[in-house]
């Protein structure tokens, strides 16, 4: 009986030890993009001034031949990390990390462009690529 209680609690604190080696984050980065936003502009009449006032300052902003192009991102990223290196430290003062993780990610980005003379021409979202098909973690 006692070998019994021993192999079991042996193990819960080797599952107890690895369990505080996990690591779950997730990571929010600007507002979600809402087409509502869009719908007080106007193609040719909007002006810079309206643009900003509606969504923001862009993340980036690139000049072309035919106006400019506010580029706005937003991103929700979730990863899950499992540091097996924490079992190690019970035995030795410097133990190595050993993780092992997944993480899933959507990034959208609203393309608004610009006329020359700085007023609104239209805006397209481009959605995020396509999950694979063929993950090589099996987490």
Known sequence: MVGVLGKTGLLGLLLLLSLSGCDFRRVVVND?????????????????????TALGAPDEIEEGAG??????????NKTMRVNFGWILRVFFPVAPSMNLGRGEGVTYILHVALRPDLTFDHSVIQPPPDTPHFWFWPF
């Not at 087409?35 to 040719?44: F, K, N, R």
């Open 32 to 52: 979600p993009l809402v087409a509502d936003s869009l719908e007080g502009l106007v193609p040719g009449e909007s002006t810079i001034q309206d643009l900003a």
């Open 67 to 76: 106006g400019m192009v506010f580029r706005y991102r937003y991103g929700d």
